[in-house]
């Protein structure tokens, strides 16, 4: 991304691509109040409400999950035409269009109300991904790096997809509707590691990096057993509750079923649970999401 | 309460007041599946979901929050008839009718998006109420007693006062929508230590009580400071956060404003805040509410 004198960097910040998540709704008003905190030597930074309509609505979306209808076969189908189809494509006009993006970067905000911390979660595994990772954890030890690499980026439905490059901060716990002091903290903190970055890489001033950064990986999605009418079976098991990122081994407890019994995790190596009990998900009745930890390669700046 | 041999106390279980209040709601699935684990000698215990339309819906209410509508002014109004307006009136004649009840016990099941842990809410501190927060408390050490008598118990609009007695079980944190095994597991004890005490209280075998029992008393809610158009100044600070029950002192920070100032508790004592950030208050923009705490005294069995 380095470019020439006075040619700026195009970033867009979203928040409220759900509308309960707080946190990136509320910076975004602080952040129109006063430019100066997200204003960056040679980006030119915008901020986007992503589903206002939600928001007002107190919910999470109003049709369908807006942050997965940005796959380039929803974006360019006509046809799909609910509140939040619409709105994806309106937004890909805004800052997209996919493939072909007027924007360098998305940064995309959310809240879990899993024990995640704050995390930065990669689409894609490019030298400039690594780098970005290794600049923010080496500032924030906290943070944690998650990879979602299972596909290649621009076939997800994320929303930050619409951009050439997008991340999305991840900060957790919070419960829906609810503002945490600490958590808007760590969101703040996180984004502006990342214009920082963003900054300093353009103008080829990236301080030395470290040769590797810790980071997860996603592998899949576990869900609750069902009944045959469809009701869980299982509740996750307390000796996960609020352990995200901490190791699962093969034969620990993973469900624990109304009728008494303990389900074990089948895996056959370590792996680490996250989004564990995420509220958002209980429609589709996922129990947590699946990591394997890996080493990500940092190539020199 | 003492009755008669072959006399039974009836007392009513309910779940689900709060349609995304999941734990009261899964054990009244499992006791209809296996009653025996609420059955006690002497008393005839019966189940009732509060509010299942609500829950199909994923949301605490449709219309209006049911758990306030049980004042008596509102159960004789039969011009108030939305949903819960509706579903209230019909509980009453179920349970009560409040004021001259057909049910002793009404025992009202809830959590909360706060860390309360296991809280047992007494609307009246009659020796009843005081041997059974006794009875409770000795025998789950981590249970907390909160006292709301700001007002006579057949004033509040509680579900819970349809009984002739009632208190409610508030158990947290669990965020809306998701089920918590630890949280489900104290839920299920407090709830089946009260059923102990009804039964041991109506046969006269209550065993020696302590003298007192610290409690909490309800005294007031705290409320964001809102701007011209209604909307929030300030988060709660992040030192009250997770610290339910923890006291807060005069001059102690309360309110972190979203212009980098802080606000402090300007009380003229110590106080106990609770419900901190309770998700289900942000449309009144409750911060959290304060409470003192007490020795509650204990008459002799």
């Known amino acids: 991304m380095h470019l020439g004198v006075g040619v700026s960097i195009k970033v867009a910040i979203v928040g409220g691509t759900h509308g309960n998540e707080l946190s990136g709704i509320q910076l975004l008003k602080q952040w129109q109040a006063d430019a100066s905190v997200i204003e960056r030597p040679g ?49 890909n006009g805004l800052l997209g269009p996919k493939g072909a993006s007027q924007t360098d970067l998305v940064i995309d ?63 957790g716990p919070q419960s829906q509707s609810v503002l945490r002091h600490d958590i808007l903290e760590e969101m703040a903190m996180m984004t502006g590691l990342i214009l920082d970055f963003v900054a300093l890489e353009a103008q080829g001033e990236l301080p030395p990096l470290p040769q590797s950064v810790e980071a997860y990986r996603f592998l899949d999605t576990r869900y609750l057993p069902l009944d045959a009418q469809g009701e869980p079976l299982a509740m996750v098991h307390k000796s996960l509750e609020q352990n995200d990122f901490t190791e699962l081994k093969p034969g620990e407890p993973m469900f624990q079923y109304f009728d008494g019994t303990v389900g074990v995790f089948d895996g056959d190596r370590p792996l680490y649970p996250h989004f564990i009990n995420e509220a958002a998900y209980y429609d589709s009745h996922a129990a947590f999401s699946l990591a394997e930890k890996l080493e990500l390669m940092v190539p020199k700046a």
């Open 109 to 171: 905000l959310h809240n879990t109300t899993s024990n995640m911390g704050p995390t930065l979660i990669l689409v894609d595994t490019t030298p400039w991904d690594s780098q970005l990772a290794a600049f923010v954890k080496s500032r924030m030890p906290e943070a944690v790096i998650l990879v979602e690499d299972a596909k290649p980026a621009h076939e997800w439905g994320y929303l930050c997809t619409v951009g050439k490059r997008g991340v999305m901060v991840e900060v």
């Open 43 to 91: 980006l030119s930074v915008t901020t986007l409400f992503g589903n206002p309509s939600a928001h007002q609505a107190n919910r999470r979306y109003l049709d369908v999950d807006l942050n997965r209808q940005f796959a380039p076969e929803l974006l360019t189908d006509a046809s799909l035409g609910n509140y939040e189809q619409n709105r994806a494509k309106v937004i």
